[in-house]
């Protein structure tokens, strides 16, 4: 009897333990939440998983409409391939310097690679509670002083953040989530 005890409390601690982990702070999920949360909820899954009709759901107009005849025209099975390549390529992503002001926010986007970084900054804006990408910069290459992976420290890795501090690195990206 007691050993059944003793095993339901490791089961319940258990579950406890994979909530909290799987559970990601700040997130309020796809249905609107944060600005950033366009990004890791719905941006980088739809990314991920090549699918173009969720990615263009992240996009605000005119942009979006501008997405759809780009897809339209080069073919969305392409565009497809494309987010899924860009993905593969991605060992990490960074949001940084996220700012609100009612409607209106921006942020800064860094994609990681092994070798370098891209950094753009995104304009946002909410629509019916939702946050949706207004613009994008172009992409701006960084060389990363540390390539990504390289041991530093025998047994630490760097993992590509440039100021750990202040950023909000959910790792997913780099646990391929």
Not at 14 to 36: E, M, N
Not at 88 to 114: F, H, M, P
Request: with cysteine.
């Amino acid at each position: 009897m007691r050993a059944s005890r003793v095993a339901a409390a490791i089961l319940s601690v258990a579950i406890v333990a994979a909530v909290l982990l799987t559970s990601r702070p700040g997130s309020s999920g796809g249905s609107g939440g944060t600005p950033k949360d366009v990004i890791y909820d719905r941006l980088l899954p739809a990314m991920k998983a090549g699918d173009v009709r969720a990615y263009l759901k992240c996009f605000d107009e005119p942009l979006a409409a501008e997405l759809r005849t780009a897809a339209e025209t080069d073919g969305w099975a392409k565009l497809s391939q494309s987010l899924r390549a860009h993905d593969a390529r991605v060992t990490g992503v960074a949001v940084t310097n996220e700012e609100v002001a009612g409607d209106e926010a921006s942020l800064q986007l860094e994609w990681v690679y092994r070798e370098d970084s891209d950094v753009q900054t995104v304009a946002l804006r909410r629509a019916n509670g939702r946050w949706l990408i207004r613009s994008l910069t172009p992409q701006r290459r960084a060389r990363l002083p540390i390539p990504y992976g390289t041991e530093v420290i025998p047994g630490l890795k760097v993992g590509g953040a440039s100021d750990p501090s202040d950023r909000d690195d959910r790792a997913g990206h780099g646990q391929r989530w």
